[in-house]
């Protein structure tokens, strides 16, 4: 219990300076069995994404009114959907839409996640009271309908599918980011840059931020795991992207009409963004285990 | 200790108030008129103007507003000059607005072939239509009445005055007629608990409401019971034993299920139970009106999805929280105590594991709550959460609200129960 | 000291543990032997990391998932101890063998009864009833002192004071009248005076049950006050052992004679003496030097020091010592080098020592307590300072002394500008200064900076040490743009870090390096007043003096004018020139140093020193100990806030009836000592020094 604290390097002559690269924290990941795997998964569909013109059969909107419903055939590996749409093809534009909405709506709630929570901890007082008090009314509200009652009023579109999220996921970063702020401000390096009169938000972006961007990145990652299975669930309850889009969630919620009859319509895009979302929990989780070990 | 509980209810009063202004502000603020969306786009902009009117939508947002919560009866009855009531009456299939005379019977009026008629209904239920000769005289000398119509509409109608537009009159489901001069709707308020009129059905929210609540909430309940039993002991076992082979197996499971989202979950328990070993009945099977526990085998699946899905989070809260005591010195202690171990367990370990998490797990009702939603879609389940898909996707203003404001009241009141819990387990707070 | 010398109650002999870890096991104790009798108190001494620890979980084999004992044997009452099972270890412990803890708040269950955790000890181990148990416990609890014992067995952890639980943990690891007590640094947490008053309560039941003791502690003055004989640990191994009067007197190693000479003695001050710090850091365990472990750091090191590993051997009967030289040690032959004395040359205090640089007058600062009401309800304050008076002169040095929550950060914060002043006046060198530090021009900020306790948060982890000692370079402007490097290696340099530092993290540095780094950053911009908040409290004693060292150099160099508060008095005392004692926001007795360690004295002066641990066994100190606890800042007592503590209260007529209802008045001893208490000065005069040396007998080394 005691190893721990005894100091890493004998002398100061030896070569204790040498500087970790940046990229070093990122090798954690590989110690981690799971998380190994769920880099694996993410590599995988990012590559998809990426190279979709490439790969994709078929454009993701060619409707071939011979094979409705079709299973599986040489010609369209995965079958055809409702309206003689190629599943292989949808299913790689799919994870288009999806890794590039959810990463965005995330950068959004962090953000503005981040710059709220570090308002109300560092100030504290009636700014930190209203600003709690308005997020946590709404973290009050379950979170899906949240998100009914927004696409309600403003219609489903990309761009309310990623004001939603962020609307949804920044109080959530908030409070992370303030009781991450509420430790660190109590430092004795907060004290120092405030007897130099440093100006309150070089304090909050240049003295707190960079200490708490461990556990803000890791919870980045769970959260574009979560903006997914959220985008997803839009796109299952209608709420998501308009179609003909190529979308997840959407498909599943069409081929679901046909399940008895092609069964396997439903299947592709439920492993599809299952895959992703476990990947990326699973990334997330040996990332955290990791790095809290390496403490 | 009720002083506490005191404080935690004012709060909630006050968030609940502020909820239902933020959610009444964000439905009235969505695009697109609500009268031109029940009308159809083929309905004139004269019909869509009275229907606007005739659902109150020409009155300033902060009058709607306090109608809607608090209700206008009282406030319109002075123009009527009579008592308005709410009743059901025999042989109805919902309650109606009705003024009371001074002798006891109710009455409606309406307009019948250019004649305005009175209906009187006696106490015993007898109905009369009686032609009517009450005409008071305004500012102007002209003769003008303030009555209660058939469709909860108080109304200013003018003698004479009262041209029959048929046309304006034959577009909408929920108007009756247009021969008044101003519709002013009746509404008993959200408090009151009416919640208004559908305007996806044109029947009110309220009965529908309730029942469709039964029918999640036993969903819920039933979930819920298994839910934390089985996440509370899998959790607090991975944690006494971290980074065994039984905590790492716990582990990957309760993340990779709680990544599926319900709907994959529910495909895939559909696909396997009720499509490839037809043990089970699948989805879109609620067809008739019956309660869902009288054939339990509908709630089968519904529930194991649920329970998949949730189960995770519940079990990562407990085991993170059954390390950290663990850890803790105090059990260093109990065990330099000479304690046996399962004494150490079940007094000092599992009590401090329990408190830390109770509020984060109560907090997850926000996401059970949504769960239900997405698997009440799945399985074509009549809950609470496929009424509000639906309206939603309506905009069915009334109803969203009314079931927004349920959902929200279940979820605050979840979390002050889980603080008073908190507060009772902690003897830090409990004894200050 | 007592009979029944024959089978030694623990005989640890080559004990060695090691840890699993990623980078393959890791000895953390080697070749530790020793053993304890009955009825003794034997003590093992060290700075963090050395191993003292995990010796004691070692004897109760509570090492961990990834520690294991590797060699050795742990003799308890003549049977091996290693390689029994868990059950019969288990019935040993808590029975046979108990043990007290560092933190006595964290080591009991916040959600269990104290009479529950108390009892179930008996109801284990005995298979007692209940009632009987609890009458047992209650027992217990006054043999610990332990005011109204049955209402505390109804009470919960939180609900008691610090020092109370570390009386509920004694009296829970005597219910079974144990034969070996394991005490792991007990008092480390607790405020001098509630640390006197458990030490006391130690030495008490040491007679009373006739138990062995193994006391650990890396606090020297607390050894030499508690324990019969000694067990010095470095690095994971003893280096040596002996009687108390030996290690302190007469020590045989390098490492322990080091030990004695880099803590300040009560009575010595910087004009005076000198302060020999042990230059370099503890080797890790995994990367030990191949002949004598403490080679790298000894100034008597030869040749074959560094060729080969001694064995500890005895000396003189008794007396044993891991050191090639031991003898020669022993017998003062060996010289130590004197290269690392600090460069004191260039002090001048002429002309301008008179120039105020701090006058504070009626300093008040309160806190908001938050309302227990639901609304309403009248406003209420946590005095924390309250009417505060001193003043500082250019290059002198103020020490606040003071128990935890008197109020002494408060009062540097305020002067800082982190807090409000509720009121008073507060001028530095003629500028009103009573804004906060946002509202104060850049100049003034510039010469009021401040040095920080803790070495762990004093720097931010995410930036190198070169551009957080540059930050206040280039805010003030204190050198051209371009020059700004130069000055970082140059304070580098003058903190004996050398440029080499410059590009490093700070969880690359020690403590100490932490520390020096945040003393460079602290005078970069040149400031004309520093506050130092316990700048060394977190330091191992050897690094102490280095940065105490420092701190002397940069004053002298610079002119500096200092605030210094601590709670350790020694370190004050050589560290300051003027002292003011703190009790409840309120200074109680102000004067040049040498003057508050002589009558007359405030009594929470005296009491004060009658608690401070002392390294010297030789030293007699009167027996004071104050009763009760420290009263809420909340609701002060009214009169003289001491009265309720107060042990002098009996020497004015009536038992002190008018400290209950006046504020005693500021007597004036001398131009520069005051002392504010109603005992009139005479009375005061009459007390007795409460510390007695034997001054001729003091060896002083160099």
Known sequence: ?295 | MARYILRRLSFMVLTMLIVSIAVFLITEAAPGDVARHILGQFASEAQVELMREQMGLTQPLYVRYFDWLAGNDWRHSRLVDMPLTFVQLEGQQEPQWYAVAEDGTLRQWRMEGGELTEIRVSLDGARERVPFDNWQLDENGEEIFWGVDTAGHVVLWRRGGAAVDTGAAAAGRTMTESSGEQYLPLRRGLLRGDPGISTRTGRPVGPTLVRRLRNSLTLAAIAFAFIMPIALVMGLAAGLREASLLDRSISIFSLVTTSVPEFASGVFLILIFAFWLKVLPGAAIFVSDIAPWQDPKLLVLPVLTLTLVEVGYVTRMARASMIEVVNAPYIRTAFLKGLPYWRIVTKHAIRNALIAPITVIMLHVNWLVGGIVVVESVFGYPGLGMYLLDSALFKDVNAIEAGAMIMVTVAVGTQLIADVIYTFLNPRIRYK | MRQARDIPVLRVENLAISYETRYGDVQAVRDVSFEIQRGDAYSIVGESGCGKSTVAFGIVNFLGRNGKIVDGRILFQGRDLVGRSQEELRKLRGDRIAMVYQDPMQALNPTLRLGDQLSEVLIVHRGMARSEAEDRCVHMLEQVHMPDPANVMQRYPHQISGGQQQRVVIAMALLNDPALLIMDEPTTALDVTVEAAVLDLVAELQTKFDTAIMYISHNLGVVARVSDRVGVMYAGTMVERASVSDIYLHPSHPYTLGLMHCVPKLGMDKSSSYLYPIRGRVPSPKNLPPGCIFEPRCDFARKICQEERPSIREVEPGHWSRCHFAEQVLAGELQPLAHLLPNLEARERSGEASKLVLNVEGARTYYDAPSTKLIGGEKQFVKAVDDVSFSIRKGQTLGIVGESGCGKSTLVKTIIGLEKPTAGTFEFMGVDISTPVSSRDLDLIKNLQMVFQNPDSTLNPSYSVGAQIARPLRRFKTVPRNDVRDEVVRLLNMMRLGENYYDRLPRQLSGGEKQRVGIARAIAGRPELVMCDEPVSALDVSVQAAVLNLLLEVQNEMGTTMAFIAHDLSVVRFFCDTIAVMYLGQIVEIGPAEAIYAPPYHPYTEALLSAVPIPDPRVEQKHIRLMGGVPSALHPPSGCRFHTRCPRRSLLPDGGAICETTVPPWQQVTEEHRIFCHIPLEELYKLEAVITIDVEEESHVG
């Open chain 1, 1 to 295: 219990m005691s190893v721990a604290e005894t100091t890493p390097s004998k002398t100061s002559e030896a070569p204790a300076g040498t500087q970790r690269k940046w990229w070093e924290p990122l090798t954690l990941i590989f110690r981690s069995g799971v998380g190994t795997v769920g880099l694996v998964i993410i590599v995988f569909w990012v590559l998809v994404a990426i190279l979709a013109p490439l790969i994709a059969p078929y454009s993701p909107l060619a409707q071939d009114s011979t094979a409705i419903n079709q299973p599986p055939s040489a010609q369209y590996l995965l079958g055809t959907d409702n309206m003689g749409r190629d599943m292989l093809s949808r299913l790689i534009y799919g994870s288009r839409t999806i890794l590039l909405l959810a990463p965005i709506s995330v950068f959004c709630s962090v953000a503005v996640g981040t710059f709220l929570g570090l308002l109300g901890g560092y100030f504290g007082g009636l700014i930190d009271e209203v600003v709690m008090r308005i997020l946590d009314a709404i973290m009050a509200f379950p979170t899906i309908l949240l998100y009914l009652i927004i696409i309600a009023a403003l219609g489903p579109s990309a761009l309310n599918v990623v004001l939603a999220i962020t609307f949804v996921g920044a109080p959530g970063v908030a409070r992370l980011v303030r009781s991450l702020t509420l430790d660190i401000r109590t430092r004795d390096y907060i004290r120092a840059a405030e007897t130099r009169g440093e100006n309150p938000f070089y304090i909050m972006f240049f003295e707190i931020l960079p200490n708490a961007r461990g556990p803000i990145i890791i919870d980045s990652m769970l959260r574009v795991g979560y903006a997914i299975f959220s985008i997803g669930t839009l796109g299952f309850l209608g709420l998501g992207l308009p179609p003909p889009t190529p979308d997840w969630g959407g498909m599943i919620s069409e081929a679901r009409k046909y399940i008895w009859t092609s069964p396997l319509g439903v299947l592709w895009p439920a492993l599809a963004i299952s895959s992703l979302v476990v990947a990326l929990n699973l990334f997330a989780d040996g990332l955290r285990e990791e790095s809290t070990r390496y403490q």
